[in-house]
C-alpha cells in the first residue's frame, strides 16, 4: 500500500479502462438521482415501495445515503428494528402471496407487493467498483453487492464485492467482507471472508471485482485481494446500502447526532472489449 492509501484517501480511477468497455457510470453529479440508473428502494417484493424509500441527497457530485433518527424498519415482520437505506440497479416478483423473489434471505418469505419487472443495469460478468466512505460507528454496515436477477428460483445467488462494519473500521485497520453467497443456487458454495487491510474505510477507498465465467477477482485500491473460483452463470444487478444493525449499536452509536451517512463517490460497471 501506498502512503496515500495508508492516510484512507485513495484517490479516483480514471473512467477509461484498458481493455473495457464503460456500459454504466454514475458519478452523482446534480441534485437529483438519476431513475434510469437506480431505483430508490430496497428489496419492496418483501415488504412494499413505501415502506422502503431510502433517505438520500447528492450533493457536491457525492450521493450520501442516510439513516435518520425518524426512520422505519423496513420490514419488521421478518427483519425486526433492521434499518436500511438502499438503491437497487432491477427488480422483479411474482403475484401477491407467492414466494417468487429477489434476494429470498429467509424461509417463508411470501410477496407483499407485486413489484413490475424493471432492469436497469443486470450485466452478466463484468468489471465493476465503487468508492465509497463507511461509517466508523458499530451498528452501522455499508455495502456494495450483487444479487441474481431471479426470474428463476435457482438464480438467487449474491456477489459481494464490498461490506463494512463500523465496528471494524479504525484510523490504521478496517476489516472487510467480501465474496459469494448461494440462497437458492445449488451451484453456488458459500465463500465469505473478512479480512483486515491497513486503511481506513471512513475515508473514500475503492472496492472493485472482476466477474468472469471462470471466478471472480475482488481488488481493493487496485490491488487484487482474493480469487474465488466460482460463478454464478445468470445476469445480476446491484444493491448500494447503508444499515442500522440494532443487535450492534453500542451506546456511543446510540447517541451520536443523526444522521449516519455512508458517501458514494461513484459507480462504474465495464465490460471486456
Not at 221 to 234: G, L, P, T, V
Request: aromatic share 14%; net charge negative; proline share 7%.
Amino acid at each position: 500500500m501506498t502512503e496515500k492509501q495508508k492516510e484512507g484517501d485513495y484517490s479516483a480511477n480514471p473512467e477509461a479502462k484498458e481493455g473495457y468497455e464503460l456500459e454504466f457510470c454514475d458519478n452523482f453529479g446534480g441534485t437529483e438521482l438519476n431513475t434510469t440508473k437506480w431505483l430508490p428502494y430496497y428489496l419492496p417484493q418483501w415488504s412494499s415501495r413505501e415502506n422502503t424509500k431510502p433517505r438520500y441527497n447528492l450533493q457536491d457530485g457525492y450521493l450520501q445515503l442516510h439513516i435518520e433518527a425518524d426512520q422505519k424498519p423496513w420490514s419488521p415482520e421478518h427483519d425486526g428494528d433492521l434499518r436500511v437505506s438502499s438503491l437497487q440497479t432491477g427488480c422483479f416478483s411474482g403475484e401477491v402471496g407467492s414466494s417468487i423473489g429477489q434476494l429470498p434471505f429467509k424461509e417463508g418469505l411470501v410477496v407483499k407487493e407485486a413489484q413490475p419487472t424493471v432492469k436497469l443495469y443486470t450485466p452478466q460478468y463484468g468489471y465493476f467498483e465503487v468508492r465509497l466512505k463507511a461509517v466508523p460507528l458499530s451498528g452501522y454496515m455499508c455495502a456494495f453487492w450483487m444479487i441474481g436477477f431471479a426470474e428463476r428460483p435457482e438464480q438467487t445467488s449474491e456477489i459481494c464485492i464490498c461490506e463494512i462494519k463500523g465496528e471494524h473500521i479504525s484510523s490504521e485497520r478496517s476489516v472487510i467482507g467480501y465474496g459469494v453467497h448461494p440462497f437458492n443456487d445449488p451451484n453456488i458454495k458459500d465463500e465469505f471472508y473478512e479480512d483486515a487491510f491497513d486503511i481506513d474505510a471512513s475515508s473514500f477507498h475503492v472496492y472493485a471485482a472482476e466477474w468472469t465465467p471462470e471466478g471472480i477477482d475482488f481488488y481493493i485500491d487496485n490491488q487484487k485481494i482474493r480469487r474465488i473460483e466460482q460463478s454464478a452463470d445468470y445476469p445480476m444487478q446491484f444493491m448500494l446500502n447503508i444499515y442500522e444493525v440494532p443487535d450492534s449499536l453500542t451506546p456511543e452509536a446510540r447517541n451520536a447526532s443523526f444522521p449516519k451517512t455512508m458517501v458514494v463517490d461513484y459507480v462504474r460497471g465495464y465490460k471486456r472489449n
